[in-house]
Nanobody, 124 residues
Framework: QVQLAESGGGLVQAGGSLRLSCAPS????????MGWFRQAPGKVREFVAA????????YYAAPVEGRFTISRDNAKRTVYLQMNNLKAEDTADYYC?????????????????WGRGTQVSVSS
């Protein structure tokens, strides 16, 4: 059983930055593609970014491309989401997830393990 834990959320002013981290617990962790998703109040969960197992392949949702950067440190078993130039519309709960496949994808149904989320609030 893989358990994921996000950290780094908080309240920030528009234009500011935050870095989210996602680390697993448990012995069954396998290096697989990882993703970040977010869910704003009253909205469906949406894809934010994904990264391949070795970190060389990344995908971003259009609203965050150029502002967010996903990365990973496999030695630390940690995945990061650097968020710059934050906007009010980035306010959401952010979730990391581990992909069941060997390649990164953008569909939530491809992800088998999910963290409990970390809240990001951006004031305008």
């Amino acid at each position: 059983q893989v358990q994921l834990a996000e950290s780094g959320g908080g309240l920030v002013q528009a234009g500011g930055s935050l870095r989210l981290s996602c680390a697993p617990s448990g012995r069954a962790f396998v290096t697989r593609p990882m993703g970040w998703f977010r869910q704003a109040p009253g909205k469906v969960r949406e894809f934010v970014a994904a990264i391949g197992s070795e970190g060389s392949t990344t995908y971003y949702a259009a609203p965050v491309e150029g502002r967010f950067t996903i990365s990973r440190d496999n030695a630390k078993r940690t995945v990061y989401l650097q968020m710059n130039n934050l906007k009010a519309e980035d306010t959401a709960d952010y979730y990391c997830a581990q992909n069941r496949n060997t390649v990164p994808t953008t569909a939530a149904q491809d992800y088998g393990y999910w963290g409990r989320g970390t809240q990001v609030s951006v004031s305008s």
